[in-house]
């Protein structure tokens, strides 16, 4: 497990200066073990150990928020004044893992006030379409 996890961490886009400033081992032993010079079993169990925690710090880290789309919502029923929409959202998670989230913002200003995730956009979008009728 913990080889797996330094190879992806060495494989995913954070640089060398990235991951050294984070685990204190040089930029320079870090680029020899991703060009294959040395080899992950080489390292020390200390080091190897610092790369495993920094990865699973890291995999779920949102790297990347896009905004997919916005949708208003009919305030008919809605104690709070204000504008309403959902947000679609496309999140990449360090680890490269894709989720996309509905979000229901009021007044345009971010704040959240309700947030779920789904596997596909197509389940993201029918929440919000059974959401905002």
């Known amino acids: 497990m913990i080889k797996e996890n330094i190879e992806s961490l060495?494989?995913?886009?954070?640089?060398?200066?990235?991951?050294s400033q984070m685990t204190g081992i040089?930029?320079?032993?870090?680029?020899?073990?991703?060009?294959?010079?040395?080899s992950i079993g080489?390292?020390?169990?200390?080091?190897?150990?610092?790369?495993n925690q920094f990865w699973?710090?890291?995999k779920m880290e949102i790297v990347n928020n896009e905004v997919i789309e916005t949708f208003e919502v009919n305030t008919d029923n809605i104690v709070v004044d204000g504008k309403h929409e959902y947000v679609l959202?496309?999140?990449?998670?360090?680890?490269?893992?894709?989720k996309y989230e509905a979000n229901l913002e009021v007044d345009g200003l971010g704040d959240v006030y309700e947030a779920k995730q789904f596997d596909t956009e197509e389940?993201?979008?029918?929440?919000?379409?059974g959401e905002v009728q």
Not at 26 to 38: D, H, P, V
Not at 89 to 98: A, L, S
Not at 123 to 129: E, L, P, T
């Open 26 to 38: 040089s930029e320079s032993q870090l680029s020899r073990i991703k060009a294959g010079k040395i």
């Open 42 to 51: 080489q390292i020390t169990l200390d080091n190897a150990l610092k790369l």
């Open 10 to 19: 060495l494989k995913s886009s954070l640089t060398s200066y990235r991951i």
């Open 56 to 58: 699973e710090d890291f």
């Open 123 to 129: 389940d993201a979008r029918n929440y919000i379409k």
């Open 89 to 98: 959202n496309k999140i990449t998670f360090g680890d490269g893992t894709v």
